[in-house]
C-alpha cells in the first residue's frame, strides 16, 4: 500500500501494540491514571458487557492499571444517594466520562431516569449534561450513544438522540452494536498515552474505523467474482441477500470477536452494518431473500 | 473506470451464465431447473445490459452524466412506474433516478439487497443523493442505463 497509515493489517498492529505500551507503562507504574466515569444512559448495557468480555488487556487490568473507575451502575458496589453523590462527585476532579446508550430527550428526559438527585428523579438527560460539561474527553460508546441507534430507532417515542447533539461539544464516537472491547481499549490506552487519536469527519478514531468491512472480508473474492449467496447458509458473498458490509467502517474480519474467535460473515450470517450510521433502520432489510437473483422457495423457484 | 467495472462486470456475469449452463445439464429436477434457468434469463439480461454499457460514451462530470451525451441513452426513456418495476426484487434489477438520469446499481456494492441507508431501488432519488452526496463524485462510476421521462 502507498500509505501505511490506511493499511487496515498496519493499523490492526498498531492498536495490538498501542494496547500493549499502555500496559507495559502500566506495569511501570508511569501510566498516568486518571478518573473514568461510565454511564448507562438508554440503552441495553450492552457495551459494558462488551467490554468485560475483553481480552488482552482485560477488564480487570483496565479498572485496575489503567483507570480509577470513578462510577458504573452494574458494577460498582455503593447503591443509591451514596453511588449518586460518587457520580456527581467526580465532577472536582478530571475525568474522562464513557457514555454508552443514547440520550432520552422527551418529556424533559423522564424516559429514563439513573438515580435520585435533590430529591428529584435524575434523568439520563440532566445527567450527561452535568458530567458532559467538566469531562476533559467525552467517548460515546456503542451506536445508540453515536448515533440514536436502536434507542433512536423509528418512531422513537422517548426521543433519543446521540451524545453529542446533547452535550454541545465534541465526543469522540465509537460505534458498534456493541462497540468492540478493544475499540474502547485501544481509544482508551491512546489518551492516555499520547492524546487524542486521529479522528474521521464523523469522530470516530481512525486506528479502528478507518476501513470498511468489505475491503477487508474473506468472502470479498466472491464479490468481485459476482458469487454470490441465494440464502443463508451458503459459502460465498451475501451482498445479494443483504449484507452491509460494504458500508460499514469497522475491523471486524481481522479483529473479530470474542476475543478474535469469530465475526457475522465467518458464522455464514451478513453483516447488518451495526456500527454504521442509519442501524438499524437504514440498514434494514438485514437479510432478503427477495432479489435481482431467484432464489431457493420463491415462487419462481 | 466506468469501462472496467463494466467489463469486470460483464465477466462475472459471464461466470455465473457457465455455471447456470451446468447446473442445468446436471440437474434432473424440474423445480431447481426452473430455477437455474430464471437466473440464467436474469443474468443474460444484464449481459446485454453491460454490453450496451460498454458502447455508450461519456465523460466523466461532477453532476454525472447527462442524457444529451449519448444519444443511445436518450433514446431509453422510463416513466416513474417503469422504473418503479426495478426495484430489485423478484429477479429484477436495481435501478434508481438521480437528475434525470436512470443509473443501474444491482450489483453496486453499497446496494445490498436492492437497498442503500433505508432508500429503495426503482425510485426517484434526486432530493435525497443531494442532501448526502452532492460534493461526492458517485455519479460518474455508476452504470447508466437511461432517463426518467420527467427528469
Known amino acids: 500500500m502507498d500509505n501505511a497509515s490506511n493499511c487496515i493489517e498496519f493499523s490492526s498492529k498498531l492498536a495490538h501494540g498501542l ?46 492499571r489503567m483507570v480509577n ?57 440532566r445527567a450527561v449534561r452535568l458530567l458532559g460539561e467538566k469531562a476533559s474527553l467525552i467517548l460515546a460508546v456503542g451506536t445508540c450513544a453515536t448515533d440514536g441507534g436502536i434507542s433512536a430507532a423509528a418512531p422513537n417515542p422517548a426521543g433519543c438522540v446521540s451524545v453529542r447533539e446533547v452535550v454541545g461539544r465534541s465526543v469522540i ?52 467474482k459476482g458469487i454470490f449467496a441465494e440464502k443463508l ?6 451482498f445479494k441477500i443483504g449484507c452491509r458490509g460494504p458500508v460499514t467502517y469497522t475491523d471486524c474480519p481481522i479483529r473479530k470477536w470474542n476475543r478474535r474467535v469469530n465475526w457475522p460473515v465467518q458464522d455464514n450470517t451478513p453483516c447488518i452494518g451495526c456500527a454504521q450510521s442509519g442501524f438499524p433502520g437504514g440498514m434494514e432489510p438485514f437479510v432478503s431473500y427477495d432479489t435481482t437473483r431467484t432464489v431457493a422457495g420463491s415462487e419462481n423457484g | 473506470m466506468r469501462f472496467m467495472s463494466e467489463a469486470e462486470r460483464i465477466h462475472g456475469l459471464r461466470s455465473e451464465i ?40 461519456a465523460e466523466p462530470s461532477d453532476a454525472g452524466y447527462s442524457p444529451a451525451d449519448s444519444p443511445e441513452i436518450s433514446q431509453r426513456t422510463f416513466t416513474r412506474a417503469e422504473l418503479a418495476q426495478y426495484d430489485g426484487k423478484s429477479g429484477n434489477p436495481a435501478y434508481v433516478a438521480v437528475g434525470g438520469v436512470v443509473y443501474d446499481v444491482t450489483d453496486n456494492a453499497a446496494w445490498a439487497a436492492a437497498t442503500h441507508f433505508g432508500l429503495s431501488a426503482g425510485n426517484d432519488l434526486t432530493s435525497q443523493y443531494s442532501s448526502c452526496h452532492a460534493s461526492q463524485q458517485i455519479l460518474r462510476n455508476l452504470t447508466v442505463v437511461g432517463s426518467l421521462a420527467d427528469g
Not at chain 1, 458504573?72 to 466520562?97: D, V
Not at chain 1, 447458509?233 to 451475501?238: A, L, Y
Request: with cysteine; charged share 25%; aromatic share 8%.
Open chain 2, 18 to 57: 457457465e455455471h447456470s449452463i451446468e447446473l442445468i445439464k446436471r440437474d434432473r429436477n424440474i423445480r431447481s431447473r426452473r430455477r437455474h434457468l430464471d437466473k440464467l434469463r436474469s443474468d443474460v439480461n444484464a449481459l446485454c445490459e453491460a454490453c450496451r454499457g460498454l458502447l455508450r460514451y
Open chain 1, 19 to 64: 494496547v500493549e505500551k499502555a500496559c507495559e507503562t502500566a506495569r511501570k507504574g508511569e501510566l498516568k491514571k486518571t478518573d473514568l466515569v461510565w454511564l448507562e444512559l438508554t440503552g441495553c448495557s450492552g457495551n459494558i458487557i462488551s467490554l468485560l468480555d475483553g481480552g488482552d488487556p482485560d477488564f480487570r487490568f483496565l479498572a485496575t
Open chain 1, 233 to 238: 447458509g451458503d459459502p460465498t458473498c451475501m
Open chain 1, 173 to 224: 464516537n465509537l460505534p458498534g452494536c456493541p462497540c468492540h472491547p478493544d475499540w474502547f481499549l485501544g481509544t482508551l490506552a491512546h489518551i492516555l498515552l499520547y492524546g487524542e487519536p486521529e479522528l474521521d469527519d464523523t469522530g470516530r478514531p481512525v486506528l479502528f474505523y478507518g476501513i470498511k468491512i468489505h475491503d477487508r472480508c474473506s468472502r470479498r473474492s466472491f464479490f468481485d
Open chain 1, 69 to 125: 473507575m470513578v462510577y458504573e451502575n452494574s458494577l460498582m458496589a455503593k447503591q443509591g444517594g451514596p453511588a449518586i453523590e460518587q457520580l456527581l462527585g467526580a465532577r472536582g476532579n478530571e475525568y474522562i466520562l464513557a457514555v454508552e446508550g443514547a440520550v432520552a430527550t422527551r418529556n424533559d428526559g423522564l424516559y429514563n431516569i439513573i438515580g435520585t438527585y435533590e430529591g428529584r428523579p435524575l434523568t439520563a438527560y
